[in-house]
């Protein structure tokens, strides 16, 4: 049982490159978030997706946008790195918006240049 | 707005010592607060889930408590082992969707062998 995947795991890019980070789950959930990990910060909400067809800002949605593919795809993508956009990325998805139980995939550890 | 707290930022003890990690937050109006535990470079594993009308949640050696009125819950582990060694974050649920998620910044745990 995969549960959350996401890749790539590692991604070096220079200032101003694009990128797409991919992020599918197997457990039928409905809704889907996009976390950002930085040291000191702890982790932050980017977007999320309460169910397919829907997307919704979070806390730092800025520099970022999302794509729901379909019930098991989100993805996040960044048009025009910048070197604040350094961190660790989670995808992380849940069977309930509302206090659902949290499943997180690996991560991915992006460092822009 | 929510803010949870986690004290002590790190801890060391040796192996076989029973222990208690601690979680604080300021609006005790939530719904649900979860544990979780991150290996280092990994995603973040949900440990246990303890809904708002529960006073604890156990299993294995973990066992989590929650006093909503005082605003804390605590993740006594039994028995520790050096595979205990990681980061443990709580969690807490306040309503209003994905924005109602708050983190603290962990607890990072070593066990001496």
């Known amino acids: 049982n995969a549960g959350v995947t996401q890749t790539p795991k590692f991604q070096v890019l220079k200032t101003g490159q694009s990128m797409t980070l991919q992020c599918a789950q197997d457990m039928n959930h409905n809704s889907m978030y996009w976390y950002r990990q930085d040291p000191g910060m702890g982790l932050r909400l980017i977007y999320y997706s309460a169910s397919e067809g829907t997307t919704d800002k979070g806390e730092v949605p800025n520099g970022y946008n999302v794509s729901r593919l379909n019930k098991r795809e989100f993805s996040l993508r960044l048009e025009s790195a910048a070197p604040s956009q350094t961190s660790v990325y989670f995808c992380?998805?849940?069977?309930?918006?509302?206090?659902?139980?949290?499943?997180f995939g690996e991560g991915s550890r992006l460092t822009v240049l | 707005k929510q803010e949870v707290t986690q004290i002590p930022a790190a801890l060391s003890v040796p192996e076989g010592e029973n222990l208690v990690l601690n979680c604080s937050f300021t609006?005790?109006?939530?719904?649900?607060l979860q544990w979780f535990r991150q290996d280092p470079g990994k995603g973040l594993t949900s440990l246990l889930l303890i809904q708002s009308s529960q006073r604890e949640q156990t299993s294995g050696r973990l066992n989590a408590s929650l006093d909503k009125s005082s605003g804390r819950s605590t993740l006594y582990i039994a028995a520790s082992q050096p595979g205990d060694s990681a980061t443990y974050l709580c969690a807490v649920y306040s309503g209003g969707g994905a924005d109602g998620l708050t983190f603290g910044k962990g607890t990072h745990l070593i066990i001496q062998p």
């Open positions: 609006d005790s109006a939530i719904y649900n």
């Open positions: 992380a998805s849940s069977g309930s918006l509302i206090g659902g139980e949290l499943f």
